[in-house]
């Protein structure tokens, strides 16, 4: 963690330079972390679509050779090659998100050991609105909010994925499943956390929210347009 958390430690010591408090350092920084992932995840909407478009393909596939498995596994990486379409792509914006947490857990656990200057020793200490330690765990109201803000982000994420596809009803179980699950170990892990990891994950997941919506409606205006130049 300490070729993440080190970087990140320089990151916060500029910005909290520029801003002078350590709580509107973390909004800053998080923002800057979600225009920098941005294209990922404008990219997830694109293999999104995409995969709409692969989807009757894949299942036509899956039909013909539903005996012959190795056939079945040859034809599906043909058909990958020849529609230019990775299924891992979707995964992509959440690994690289991970290093970037842990990193920013371990600097905000131990600033001492990661930070540059004692200043910033001192400003992970400072109080924000009703948190008086951010280096120590909010108990409740930043682990709720963060919650609600995963619940509706798993929501939203939920409606860029739905396509009525023999896959997405495979998966709808586990997905609702989850959208209950995940926010409210969110909100317990939230508990053990220091707030300022709380804030990040909270700011950047309505951040996120954001994003989504508007990616969504352009997903919606890319399948249309791919399925326009297919007729």
Same mark, same amino acid.
């Given at each position: 963690? +300490?070729?993440?958390?080190?970087? *990140?430690?320089?990151?916060?010591?500029?910005?909290?330079?520029?801003?002078?408090?350590?709580?509107?350092?973390?909004?800053?920084?998080? /923002?800057? #972390?979600?225009?920098? /992932?941005?294209?990922?995840?404008?990219?997830? $909407?694109?293999?999104?679509?995409?995969?709409?478009?692969?989807?009757?393909?894949?299942?036509?596939?899956?039909?013909?050779?539903?005996?012959?498995?190795?056939?079945?596994? /040859?034809?599906?990486?043909?058909?990958?090659?020849?529609?230019?379409?990775?299924? *891992?792509?979707?995964?992509?914006?959440?690994? #690289?998100?991970?290093?970037?947490?842990?990193?920013?857990?371990?600097?905000?656990?131990?600033?001492?050991?990661?930070?540059?200057?004692?200043?910033?020793? $001192?400003?992970?200490?400072?109080?924000?609105?009703?948190?008086?330690?951010?280096?120590?765990?909010?108990?409740?109201?930043?682990?709720?909010?963060?919650? $609600?803000?995963?619940?509706?982000?798993?929501?939203?994420?939920?409606?860029?994925?739905?396509?009525?596809?023999?896959?997405?009803?495979?998966?709808?179980?586990?997905?609702?499943?989850? +959208?209950?699950?995940?926010? #409210?170990? $969110? #909100?317990?892990?939230?508990?053990?956390?220091?707030?300022?990891?709380?804030?990040?994950?909270?700011?950047?997941?309505?951040?996120?929210?954001?994003?989504?919506?508007?990616?969504?409606?352009?997903?919606?205006?890319?399948?249309?347009?791919?399925?326009?130049? +297919?007729?």
């Amino acid at each position: 963690m +300490k070729y993440i958390a080190v970087p *990140l430690g320089m990151l916060l010591s500029v910005i909290y330079d520029l801003l002078g408090h350590y709580g509107y350092t973390i909004i800053v920084f998080t /923002l800057i #972390v979600r225009i920098v /992932l941005f294209p990922l995840y404008a990219n997830q $909407i694109k293999h999104s679509a995409k995969m709409a478009e692969v989807q009757p393909k894949m299942q036509a596939l899956q039909k013909q050779y539903a005996n012959d498995k190795e056939t079945l596994n /040859l034809k599906m990486q043909e058909l990958y090659r020849d529609e230019k379409f990775n299924p *891992l792509m979707g995964c992509l914006p959440m690994l #690289v998100q991970l290093p970037i947490i842990w990193g920013l857990f371990s600097l905000l656990r131990n600033p001492t050991a990661y930070l540059p200057d004692t200043e910033m020793w $001192i400003a992970s200490h400072e109080a924000f609105f009703w948190v008086p330690d951010l280096s120590q765990p909010d108990q409740w109201i930043l682990p709720i909010l963060a919650g $609600i803000s995963t619940f509706f982000s798993f929501m939203m994420t939920q409606q860029q994925q739905a396509g009525g596809s023999e896959m997405s009803n495979q998966m709808a179980p586990m997905m609702k499943m989850m +959208k209950y699950f995940f926010p #409210v170990m $969110i #909100v317990l892990m939230g508990r053990s956390f220091p707030a300022g990891l709380t804030v990040y994950w909270f700011v950047g997941t309505v951040v996120q929210i954001g994003q989504t919506h508007f990616l969504n409606i352009w997903k919606k205006r890319l399948v249309a347009k791919n399925k326009a130049s +297919k007729k």
